[in-house]
């Protein structure tokens, strides 16, 4: 693994392979790298659950941490995304996390920047380590994906997390349902529209989707909502008894899901948080040790100068 | 102790040992905990003093250190803050340190969630951290509490330093005076107004408040303030010999005292902010000393994944 | 040394000596600091690299780094950069890094603040950390300052950069010259301004430096400034065999620079990016092993409270 930047790049073998490496880590912890490395995190658009979860994870992996704020910095100046990324790249990172708000930057700089990069969110592109977090949570939970119906609700059309979730669900051999108003609905993807209440009776993983507001042009009006495309406490109630509630958060509580049943017994919606934490270890652990930085040799001299 | 919000909770027996001990880190250190731990710092309005002064502190600690900043966040995404405290507890820290512009929000919180939370300031209601550190000063000065008079001036109304200062000193066995122009009076405190020349005269300790411009609707005129309710060159020479100067900082220099008095021999302000490093050791040490972790045991299994 | 302000203040030897521990840092790296000391980056101006590069340096040196963030703080309540200054001293900070938008702020708090302070940036005055990376690029060129010609091209008058590095180029036997249009020639400096072309043709080191939009009161037109001052592909190959390019970055791509050649052979201006982090680290070694704590004694017995 050089970059992680799309599902749409892995097979089911890989998948399930970082999946457990996620499990693994969560359960049994895993050795800081030995050595002084930098992650620099690029969030080109706000962020706080995202940023403050690979933060941890980087602590946790011993990485130090430079935190690049888009809105106070040379960006201001003009300067590219490319400019910036390179610029991290020569004073010393060793992995950059990229957020951008349009599509195709990170994939991009992933072709024109040395050091690995993960994409954490691009516009309405992708947002693979929130998806290695949604499969985390629903291993813990059925220890297999093939067979699995999921349904993704919501705003389809603006949530990169939809797109990497349905590229990865179907590489696992998993049943990927969308449901959505028709306008939210995104024709490019193939799986199958289904009704919400169809959804929510049928699907082992009932996925909601956060309503992007802030990708919206006119703001959309939350009016019935909830009634009409959100969890209701009624549908929860015709869930199947084993099925489970998911959101990459923040909630508009009481617009995609009841107040109410964000904390009940079929959510897990902090336990996804809590696991975003190892899969985001993972990732970093996989592509940094190709680097032989796990096994005592420095992964490029020139950023190793401190330790002797 | 579970959490560190108000200063009403404590009997003098326990204020004097979080004293003591803070002034005991102070002289002699106190070995950092012996495993990775985080603390997330929830400011919800801006700081540089308060927040700088936990980073140091939770560093010194050997505590990992998550940023919250509320404007460049989820916040504006309109998540709650208890979603946001919540998040912060799932992705695995260890204590949150929250300051809110809304007076019964961090007490809220303590309630709803699991790790301990010190308020960092919330609303006009109190300052706890800020009043422990008034308390280190004053006890390094006099050995002691009882007996001494100690005049709190200024803004009192909308002062949450006032009141967290006026409940524990007089729990202490001090004697509180308060002394404000009208409108700035808070007659719910069972305290004693005095005038600022009999305020100044006949205190051991003088403590001024900052004018918070920034809680006031109508911008306060700051004309002739220092002469009518500051501390000038000429009330300064009517203090008693031993009397000290106390400021919350930062001083508007030449409005609550005058300029050449914010370094002069009484004052202790500086001090004061020395002193804010060890008091909040002191508070987060007990906090979290209550979950075995400077016993080599963990606080909590979850959170100590990495070191094997 | 006590402070790091102005290039001025040190003869060739000293410069030599600077420029020798940073290349040496660079190739052999250093030993970190055997105790827990706190910097604190005071940046009164937005700045990425700068910034960054610092946080890198620290890091590799071990220091604890405190970020001050001008626009979220106490500022914001009126506060003055010595009280800003003076706090961060009395939380523990050993050493003060300084970008303040007024030409004299940083000079006037090296004299007030104990602690050593590194000048980030002054207005228009210096920028002597950038100077000290761009001559160990130099040197680690052509091995010598006696006899080279420097040519430092663009917006002289606005430059802090050109300033530094015309002061500490002619003090190291370089011969230095300015090229600039008419309204940026700041002839308090004692150099020669010779054409753009000349420049390019007879110089070893063609300094371009950015134009600083964001401090010019009308927005200078781009409009063919590259053909006018700028260096153009058909310049570049005008130039020497041997000779480099530099720039302090971020460049305006197309206006100072062709976009082909920020990358080409000749330039160095990712290189001085990566020396950049060796500079800072030189510059910080200096000015903390004076308090000894390079060798086993506390800089300040205050400061080490905890490690025992």
């Not at 749409?8 to 457990?20: G, V």
């Not at 919400?196 to 996925?207: L, S």
């Not at 995609?256 to 948080?273: G, H, P, T, Y």
Request: charged share 25%; net charge neutral; with cysteine.
């Amino acid at each position: 693994m050089k970059n992680f930047v799309s599902m749409k790049h892995y097979s089911k073998h890989e998948l399930l392979q970082l999946i457990k490496l996620a499990n693994d880590i969560e359960q049994h912890g895993i050795q800081p790298f030995n050595q002084q490395l930098f992650a620099a995190n690029l969030f080109f658009e706000p962020s706080t659950r995202t940023k403050m979860s690979f933060v941890v994870a980087q602590r946790k992996l011993g990485l130090e941490v430079l935190d690049f704020m888009s809105d106070v910095s040379s960006v201001k100046k003009g300067e590219s995304v490319y400019d910036t990324a390179k610029t991290f790249e020569s004073i010393g990172a060793s992995l950059l996390v990229v957020r951008h708000p349009q599509d195709n930057v990170v994939h991009q700089l992933a072709n024109q920047i040395t050091v690995p990069i993960i994409n954490a969110g691009d516009g309405k592109g992708e947002h693979p380590t929130q998806c290695l977090l949604d499969l985390l949570t629903i291993y813990q939970e059925f220890e297999k994906f093939s067979g699995l119906k999921v349904g993704i609700i919501g705003d389809i059309k603006h949530s990169r997390v939809a797109r990497s979730n349905a590229y990865a669900l179907s590489t696992l051999g998993a049943k990927v349902y969308l449901s959505s108003k028709t306008e939210w609905q995104d024709h490019s993807l193939p799986y199958q529209y289904i009704d919400i209440d169809d959804a929510v009776e049928h699907c082992d993983v009932v996925m909601f989707l956060r309503i992007q507001h802030e990708r919206h042009e006119n703001q959309a009006s939350n009016d019935h909502y909830l009634e009409k495309y959100g969890l209701t406490a009624e549908r929860e109630k015709r869930m199947k008894p084993h099925a489970i509630i998911l959101h990459p958060a923040p909630v508009n509580r009481g617009v995609e899901i009841a107040d109410e049943l964000v904390e009940c017994n079929r959510s897990r919606i902090f336990k996804q948080m809590t696991n975003g934490v190892s899969a985001r270890m993972a990732v970093i652990y996989r592509l940094l040790e190709g680097g032989g930085i796990t096994h005592e040799k420095p992964i490029n001299q020139r950023k190793a100068i401190i330790s002797k």
